[in-house]
């Protein structure tokens, strides 16, 4: 019973953000996991409400509670919606770390966020080395989605159709290439994040030869990690601090005036949850955080609003059709929605909209992987909305998005490509494109 007790006290930290709460009711309408269920303990008021008994020490099982917080996506509609202005991914991130700092964390997180995402060069070796063996393991489906399966039956894979790990990072391509270090005034500080460097290296150098092409200034530090996020949603605030830390030691050792990532949970982690949730013991690292989210952009609102780019291309009525769906943790989290369509607009793309064009694809990064039934049936959802549109390709600013709608696409046979706006800009500039 101690030990309730003081899981409780701890909780009762967050009990100002959860008295917020007014139990409306307005969550509902929006939470896609809610869409599909149909269970109040699936949605945000529900969630909160387990948190208040927990500080009334209600709840003597913190397994629990700790599992239905973990059903959640972490995408914001609620947040975004909530008439009371209720930060609830904030709160659900600090109550998952309470919960696991009192739990512990299981063998094989520790292995995955401690000894992996922590250690940025022992994470790049360890992919590199999986990268090389893993068509021993999967499939190539040679469709316009560019995903794979298993040969064999798996229970963490089922019959998902993902994308590989690339044969040749971008932080390995990256010592062949030409990157400009000097350019017009602006200097650029280009994070990459996880998702490019090893599976889509193709939107990093799409991203080099746009800032190139308008002369911006440009640094890519070596040995960039993680930007935090798994290691932070699962509960796993000592990997999160750590790596926060690690960047902001590396980055102000570089002069730039933006850092710029294509990546919207990355820009979104930068901006948001660095200076917010970053609880080490020193406290230089959160105002060095809130130093660099002043300056943190995503690549598509720098382009527009920084760089001020230009149609390369005339937009024709006959021309390709693409559609975009806005992640999460752009749209909802940042309010970046009209610079994805302008970029799209100026290679010359004629836009159609989907239906539904903000709502969550369901990937949530490990909800995907633990409750894949649910995901892929959030997911279907938007493949069927980006199908109704007739396009070519859909685009999105987000590349767990890119993997999650390629699932979706593929396993219907779809011909519809999956490209990020950055890629498509890039390629207007190409001669004869």
């Known amino acids: 019973m101690t030990q309730i007790n003081e899981l409780a006290a701890r909780v009762k930290d967050l009990e100002g953000q959860l008295l917020v709460c007014t139990r409306c009711g307005m969550c509902q309408s929006v939470c896609p996991l809610f869409e599909q269920t149909g269970r109040e303990a699936d949605v945000a008021r529900g969630k909160l409400a387990l948190l208040s008994g927990m500080i009334s020490k209600i709840f003597s099982e913190p397994d629990g509670v700790n599992e239905r917080l973990n059903r959640c996506l972490l995408c914001g509609s609620c947040a975004d919606n909530c008439p009371s ?14 919960l696991t700092d009192y739990k512990g964390l299981s063998l094989f997180k520790k292995m995955i ?111 960039q990690g993680c930007c935090g996020i798994p290691a932070l949603a699962s509960g796993d605030a ?28 990355c820009t979104s982690t930068i901006k948001k949850l660095w200076p917010t949730l970053y609880s080490g013991h020193n406290p230089s690292v959160t105002e060095s955080a809130r130093n660099l989210a002043a300056k943190t952009m995503d690549i598509n609102q720098f382009l527009t609003d920084v760089v001020k780019t230009a149609p390369q291309k005339e937009t024709k009525d006959d021309g390709p059709v693409v559609t975009y ?19 799209l607009t100026a290679a010359g793309y004629q836009l159609t909209e989907m239906e539904d064009a903000d709502k969550c694809c369901g990937m949530g990064g490990s909800f995907n992987l633990l409750h894949y039934d649910i995901s892929s049936s959030i997911g279907s959802l938007k493949q069927e909305n980006i199908a109704d549109t007739g396009c070519d390709t859909v685009a999105s600013g987000c590349p767990a998005c890119m993997i999650q709608i390629s699932d979706m696409l593929s396993r219907s046979s779809s011909r519809i490509k999956v490209r990020h706006p950055v890629e498509l800009y890039a390629r207007s500039l190409e001669p004869g494109k």
């Open 85 to 98: 202005g209720v930060n609830v991914i904030e709160i659900f991130i600090r109550a998952r770390a309470i």
């Open 238 to 265: 000592k990997t999160f601090n750590f790596l926060t830390a690690y960047h902001l030691d590396r980055f102000e050792k570089e002069d730039f005036d933006y850092l710029v990532t294509a990546c919207a949970t």
């Open 113 to 223: 966020f401690r000894q992996m995402l922590a250690n940025p060069r022992i994470f790049n070796a360890m992919t590199g080395w999986a990268s090389k063996f893993q068509d021993l393991l999967i499939r190539s489906n040679r469709n316009e989605q560019a995903t794979s399966c298993a040969r064999f039956v798996s229970p963490l894979i089922h019959d998902r159709h993902f994308m590989p790990m690339a044969k040749h990072p971008f932080h390995k391509t990256l010592e062949k290439m030409q990157v400009r270090s000097t350019g017009s005034g602006v200097k650029v500080l280009l994070f990459t994040g996880c998702i490019i460097d090893k599976i889509m290296p193709h939107i990093a150098v799409a991203s080099v030869k746009v800032l190139s092409h308008h002369n911006v200034g440009l640094t890519i530090p070596e040995t």
């Open 325 to 343: 769906h806005d992640p999460c943790h752009l749209k909802k989290s940042l309010g970046i929605f009209k610079q994805p369509r302008q970029l």
